[in-house]
């Protein structure tokens, strides 16, 4: 509806084109008229009016050029005065027979151009008798007053011809404004759609360019841990071999420390090992607890964690839930890592679980800088971040892997105070459906985090890492 109004006046600017280029030619072809005829009744007269039919169509065509029509809220004053003009005219030339009667028909067709039919009935009524009145006193009865009779009938056939005219041509001109309207709204709604398919297209190539390259590094990593565990293994034989020797007290003591040492290196490679193989896709009864002890012990690898104080309030006597043990794995040890970051040294990190209303609740609070608003609407959204080392693929992937299990995933949040993430899974009934939506190769995602956080402290790649934080 806007549209069509607003396409209005020009059809109004187009209708006063035609009237101004009419008036302009009535106005020249006056002025040839009293230049090349003999026997006007008082030409000078006649001079005086086409001068002041000038001046009106100049007004006319410079209103037009600013983009207004003149004296457009008066459509009938315009018609009188004009039938008074030309009766003049009539009257001033050789009356009745005057080629300024055909006027009338001028007037006529601009009226109807411009306005509703009923404008221009109202303006033959008024030029009807304007040339009666003409007739009357010039005398019915010479020579030209039979002319009036013609004049009318052709009157009144313009009058009806160019209304029917004009109003064919508006309403042609009102049914292409509302097909272009439907067009335009046609257009945007399909442009909405390829967008919208554009950027879920976009999305799922991303998401398997990312699969790919973290399954690529797991498998890097897992043959790493492997070429570091054999010449490990040797190392901690010989310190063995050397223990048996019975050295000195202060050699026995570095030798438990070296032995401590490559124990726990070997400990981590054999994390790692487990971190890397390909996950699980089963649905399993799975315990909270267990989990985010996992996560945990994935997350102390990442350097910042020391500098944090993270506190957990996991019951070990909550219901296990059914679902893919290793994704909720990666989505815990997402938010985990989150709040690592969003945390300065010293910061406090909490994980509580909890039941409410039949679902598991499963909340990761932070002391934070929190969330803007101007953030918040665009959270989950993918590729988006506010880290420097961030992919912005984290929280996009952690609500796809929890919308699997029929879960969701919440936020609330306040600017300099934190930020709580809470993860609500259903424990009582079963689920039926395959987990297709995330890959094997997301699990090796877990390890893009850290090894883009790791050169902070080490200057080299860590494999052990999560999901691409947002």
Not at 233 to 248: E, F, N, T, Y
Request: aromatic share 10%; with cysteine.
């Amino acid at each position: 509806m806007n549209n069509v109004a607003a396409e209005r006046p020009r059809w109004d600017l187009a209708a006063e084109s035609i009237v101004v280029k009419i008036r302009w030619f009535g106005v020249i072809m006056g002025y040839v008229l009293v230049q090349t005829r003999t026997g006007l009744h008082n030409p000078a007269a006649v001079r005086a009016f086409l001068a002041l039919g000038a001046g009106y169509a100049a007004l006319d065509f410079a209103f037009w050029r600013l983009g207004e029509v003149f004296l457009k809220r008066w459509p009938l004053f315009v018609s009188f005065m004009e039938s008074i003009f030309i009766a003049l005219l009539c009257y001033h030339d050789t009356g009745l027979a005057s080629p300024f009667r055909w006027y009338y028909l001028l007037s006529l067709i601009c009226c109807a151009i411009r306005y509703q039919p009923a404008v221009a009935w109202w303006t033959l009524g008024f030029h009807s008798i304007s040339l009666l009145s003409l007739a009357w006193s010039l005398g019915f009865s010479t020579p030209t007053g039979s002319a009036w009779p013609l004049t009318l009938v052709i009157m009144a056939w313009v009058t009806w011809a160019s209304s029917s005219l004009a109003g064919l041509l508006r309403a042609a001109g009102d049914q292409l404004q509302d097909l272009n309207s439907e067009l335009v709204r046609v257009r945007a709604e399909l442009e909405e759609r390829v967008a919208e398919r554009t950027d879920a297209l976009r999305t799922s190539q991303a998401r398997m360019i990312q699969q790919e390259k973290m399954a690529a590094f797991g498998l890097l990593a897992a043959g790493i841990a492997h070429e570091v565990g054999n010449p490990l293994a040797a190392l901690s034989s010989l310190v063995q071999i050397l223990k048996r020797r019975g050295p000195d007290p202060y050699t026995s003591e570095k030798l438990d420390l070296a032995g401590r040492q490559l124990h726990r290196i070997e400990r981590t490679i054999h994390e790692l090992i487990d971190f890397s193989r390909p996950a699980s896709r089963a649905i399993t009864r799975t315990r909270i607890c267990e989990v985010v002890d996992e996560a945990l012990g994935i997350a102390k690898y990442y350097q910042r964690t020391k500098q944090r104080r993270i506190s957990t309030d996991i019951p070990t006597n909550l219901p296990a839930v059914l679902v893919v043990r290793d994704y909720l794995t990666q989505v815990i040890l997402n938010l985990v890592l989150n709040a690592i970051d969003a945390t300065d040294d010293q910061g406090r990190i909490y994980l509580r679980a909890r039941i409410e209303d039949g679902s598991m609740e499963l909340s990761v609070e932070d002391d934070g800088r929190g969330i803007s608003l101007a953030d918040r609407c665009r959270l989950f959204q993918p590729f988006f971040t506010t880290k420097s080392h961030g992919t912005g693929l984290g929280l996009f992937v952690s609500r796809q892997i929890l919308e699997e299990f029929s879960a969701t995933l919440t936020f609330c949040s306040e600017p300099g105070r934190g930020s709580t993430f809470t993860i609500r899974l259903p424990w009582e009934a079963a689920l039926t459906s395959t987990v297709t939506a995330v890959s094997d190769g997301d699990r090796a995602g877990l390890a893009q985090a850290a090894a883009d956080r790791e050169p902070e402290r080490t200057g080299r790649a860590n494999p052990v890492a999560a999901l691409p934080s947002a």
